[in-house]
T-cell receptor, first 114, second 113 residues
């Protein structure tokens, strides 16, 4: 148990659906992250929130919309996704974005887009 | 090329030592990390090393850092079947207060009984 909980663990959705991924951290951290993990590709950083403010958006398509209502919760809202968006979506948190930046990961949401 | 490079696969026998290698490109990286991912799970931090260190040992794990060659290695002594997983090397990059991790593609370690 890393202190970072992601729900749901698995999600199957059609291209016209709207769904949301949820991440909650119980570590008292101030920074939260969304990563995409596809087969045979390095982890791709999608979004970074620090003190509830989005500080990074790595050219992610607008069909992915993050939301950070407070420092413990992070959402990823999904709409009109494509089959190539099928991947494992990982949430992480860290105390802050200081030099050490040790990140703790959730177990991920396995997303399949049909 | 990739910022962080790792070989894709390593197979060892139970009880042997495993050595997983990684090269990175950013000489300003101050911390380097090793994460482990078991099937169906997220990434678990194994260990990290500060860039002014050459070596760090933690039980069965030994991290070696060659900053001149930008080479990092993870040695697992007395490898067990439970060590079978994907191991990711990562470096911390970016401006002060805006650090982010860049990961390699991962090395799949297979431990034969």
């Amino acid at each position: 148990e890393t202190g970072v909980t992601q729900t749901p663990r698995h999600l199957v959705m059609g291209m016209t659906n709207k769904k949301s991924l949820k991440c909650e951290q119980h570590l008292g951290h101030n920074a939260m992250y969304w990563y995409k993990q596809s087969a045979k590709k390095p982890l791709e950083l999608m979004f970074v929130y620090s003190l509830e403010e989005r500080v990074e958006n790595n050219s992610v398509p607008s069909r992915f919309s993050p939301e950070c209502p407070n420092s413990s919760h992070l959402f990823l809202h999904l709409h009109t996704l494509q089959p190539e968006d099928s991947a494992l979506y990982l949430c992480a948190s860290s105390q802050d974005q200081s030099t050490k930046n040790i990140q703790y990961f959730g177990a991920g949401t396995r997303l399949s887009v049909l | 090329g990739e910022d962080v490079e790792q070989s894709l696969f390593l197979s060892v026998r139970e009880g042997d030592s495993s050595v997983i290698n990684c090269t990175y490109t950013d000489s300003s990286s101050t911390y380097l990390y090793w994460y482990k991912q078991e099937p169906g799970a997220g990434l678990q931090l194994l260990t990290y090393i500060f860039s002014n260190m050459d070596m760090k040992q933690d039980q069965r794990l030994t991290v070696l850092l060659n900053k001149k060659d930008k080479h990092l290695s993870l040695r697992i002594a007395d490898t067990q079947t439970g060590d079978s997983a994907i191991y990711f090397c990562a470096e911390s990059k970016g401006d002060t207060g805006r650090r982010a991790l860049t990961f390699g593609s991962g090395t799949r370690l297979q431990v034969q009984p």
